[in-house]
């Protein structure tokens, strides 16, 4: 597969607006861990290698164990690697990611009020959005895992 274009050069300003998100993120009230299993569960939803090979290994220097890793497109049947709260945040990763099967269904919405701010849910939503949004460049640009 070859690489096609590379936004960063071609529209900067595009590139900066999502850079621009990515500062937001940075200052968010939600953990490092809760936004890399996002990122990497997103990711693998849509197949964007390049976006799971660099996560992971964003994960494993944050401290993340690799066998959660591991089982992470597994979480529902792994779930004592993960918290309440993980798994709340994965469930609605995959609704969100998925928005055409059934959105964010009112019963995971009710979960993640009982455990995060609406602050929180907020910041949450827009790391799924962004890394979508990130998944959707890689994938169509065919971004080469360095």
């Not at 529902?76 to 990763?93: N, S």
């Amino acid at each position: 597969m070859e690489n096609r274009i590379d936004i960063h050069t071609t529209e900067p300003l595009a590139f900066k607006a999502m850079m621009g998100l990515e500062s937001y993120l940075a200052n968010a009230d939600i953990s490092k861990t809760l936004k890399e299993l996002i990122k990497i569960r997103a990711s693998q939803l849509n197949h964007c290698a390049y976006c799971i090979a660099m996560h992971a290994k964003d994960a494993i220097k944050n401290g993340e164990n690799t066998q959660r890793i591991l089982l992470l497109s597994a979480w529902r049947e792994a779930t004592k690697f993960f918290t309440e709260e993980e798994q709340v945040v994965l469930e609605m990763t995959e609704e969100i990611t998925l928005i055409h099967q059934h959105g964010l269904k009112e019963e995971t919405y009710r979960k993640a009020s009982e455990i995060f701010t609406e602050s929180q849910i907020a910041q949450i939503i827009m790391v799924i959005v962004t890394i979508n949004a990130w998944n959707r460049i890689a994938v169509s640009t065919h971004k080469q895992i360095e």
